[in-house]
């Protein structure tokens, strides 16, 4: 008897039902944007301020606990990682419309990126246990959708939201449920349903055997959680030099620690400096003080991105001394580096841009609240068209040649930028939005395509420690430092076009990038095909043992 894995339809339930959390995410991580005019003008924050509720508040934390958490995917129960996942950043996001001052705002954001850190780890997982090799960037592609359809509904629900509220409480709010705002409400309603929805993952999602699709003999890891919380432990001092010492480190690579953390703390002090001396004190608000020293939203940006280079440095080096698969596969491989990259400064264009979208579009062409509904429509429509096509495509572009998909997403961020910069160059409303549609039909075609072939440069055991890794560039810098930079361009210059075109300014390093990684992919493949032989053949040999042993003792 067939169980529900197995059966031809069920994977793609999986593959629907994943999405659907995707979606949940980038709409509980996107609904900032839609309410930034809201919040700028109930807190007083500004669009720096904006970018670090948007970017940093939550890519620090998804990055500093997307390492442990992929590993405990890996590890343990995908799908129950998932659930706890999705419960928790779900309870955040609800919680975040409770937050009276932006300082709670912030701190309910982190709780968002730490929940939202176990999820596509687990879920990319998974998928390489339901598909195939061979449809590995289609059913990607599919599973990425989630973003623009999230992003997109963030756009449309959270402005109705807010103007249903308003229209039956009045823009005060002051006889409603527990004398909340709009926004706050439109925080609550996007948040609950996540908690029911962690149920229906429980109950009818099954745990699959791990590579069972590429002939690899299960082996379950007997202590998940201790692992996950030494990779964790990896990452943060002082538990990060334990670590050093528990792998016998000579004292070369305590030195090296030494410069991360100082390489750190100068990052902090010279950005933190200069980027307060750029900004007037209107813009320059303080946050609050500590030991006399004034806190501003720079000082808070700047310490958070040092935190989280400095801790995953802290991990790239106990990975390369302790695990040497994942040295050789991840942490050590130049085209796994190289593709780091490209998807960073992608991330950095494609955060920047969506960050801003509805302020630029109601502060420099006077739309209102209704254009949140039509680019959230846009959205939806155009960016799950192009994520849908895009795995399709770039799977026929890998048959075709070996270094297809890169070149792919050559073409696509090309024809992104080309349409971004048009969009907001335009004065003209109609060509605003056609222009958004085209950018958003491209911009997200790079996330199957380099996703599928992170995954194929790995064992099974590795898949989503493999997606964490990737995807720290993308929010460390991408995601933590595009809004940000926009935001603060914005606020020196008091031009919002220009600090937007000057974010989309990073395309040929994206390109570059992805030309350096196709000189080692094939290499780089045939090494993964490698590790996963020996990997085969150390499996059959521990399964193997016992019964040797006891022909040679009997």
């Not at 432990?233 to 070369?252: F, N």
């Not at 979208?357 to 959230?376: I, K, P």
Request: a positive charge; charged letters at 10%.
């Amino acid at each position: 008897m067939h169980t529900n894995h197995e059966r031809p339809w069920y994977r793609w339930y999986v593959l629907f039902i994943l999405t659907v959390i995707y979606a949940f995410s980038y709409v509980d991580r996107q609904i900032v944007t839609i309410l930034a005019p809201y919040l700028k003008k109930d807190m007083g924050i500004s669009d720096a301020q904006l970018g670090l509720l948007y970017g940093t508040s939550f890519a620090l934390f998804y990055c500093v606990f997307g390492i442990p958490l992929a590993r405990l995917a890996d590890g343990w129960s995908r799908v129950r990682t998932l659930a706890l996942g999705l419960s928790f950043w779900s309870a955040m996001t609800a919680m975040s419309g409770l937050s009276r001052n932006f300082a709670q705002l912030g701190a309910a954001r982190i709780g968002v990126g730490v929940g939202e850190a176990s999820a596509t780890p687990a879920a990319i997982s998974l998928l390489g246990d339901y598909f195939e090799r061979a449809k590995r960037g289609t059913v990607l592609a599919l599973y990425s959708v989630g973003v623009y359809v999230g992003a997109g509904a963030s756009l449309a629900i959270g402005g109705s939201i807010v103007a249903a509220w308003e229209h039956a409480y009045g823009k005060g709010g002051v006889s409603a449920p527990l004398g909340l705002s709009g926004w706050q409400a439109s925080f609550m309603c996007v948040g609950i349903p996540g908690l029911l929805f962690a149920l229906i993952v429980l109950l009818t999602i099954r745990e699959p055997a791990r590579g069972r699709l590429d002939a690899v003999a299960p082996r379950k890891d007997p202590h998940p959680f201790m692992h996950a919380i030494r990779d964790l432990g990896a990452m943060v001092p002082p538990w990060s030099w334990l670590t050093l010492r528990s792998l016998g480190a000579p004292r070369r690579e305590y030195l090296r620690n030494a410069m991360y953390l100082l390489l750190a703390i100068c990052v902090v002090v010279f950005a933190t400096s200069a980027t307060n001396h750029v900004l007037s004190a209107s813009r320059n608000a303080r946050i609050g003080t500590v030991f006399g020293m004034a806190v501003t939203s720079n000082l808070v940006q700047w310490l958070a991105i040092a935190i989280a280079v400095y801790v995953c440095s802290n991990w790239y080096q106990a990975t390369r001394l302790g695990d040497v698969a994942a040295h050789r596969l991840i942490t050590g491989s130049k085209t796994f580096f190289c593709l780091t990259v490209a998807g960073a400064f992608l991330a950095f264009a494609m955060n920047a841009v969506n960050g801003f979208v509805f302020v630029y579009a109601s502060r420099e062409l006077g739309l209102t609240a209704q254009a949140g509904l039509h680019l959230g429509i846009i959205a939806i429509i155009a960016g799950g068209a192009g994520i849908s096509v895009s795995g399709y495509l770039s799977d026929c572009a890998r048959r075709r040649h070996a270094l297809g998909r890169l070149y792919f997403v050559c073409f696509t961020v090309t024809m992104f930028t080309a349409a971004s910069a048009i969009q907001y160059v335009t004065r003209d409303v109609t060509v605003f939005y056609c222009a958004y549609a085209v950018a958003t039909f491209f911009v997200p075609m790079w996330f199957g395509p380099l996703q599928a072939t992170t995954q194929d440069l790995v064992i099974p055991r590795l898949r989503g420690t493999a997606f964490a890794a990737f995807s720290l560039g993308a929010n460390i810098f991408g995601l933590g430092l595009g809004p940000y930079t926009v935001g603060l361009i914005s606020d020196a210059s008091g031009d919002l076009r220009l600090a937007i075109l000057c974010a989309l300014a990073v395309l040929p390093v994206s390109i570059g990038s992805l030309l350096l990684a196709s000189r080692t992919l094939v290499a780089s493949e045939t090494v993964a095909r490698a590790e996963l032989d020996r990997f085969n053949a150390d499996s059959v040999d521990e399964q193997l043992a016992p019964a040797i042993e006891h022909q040679l003792t009997h």
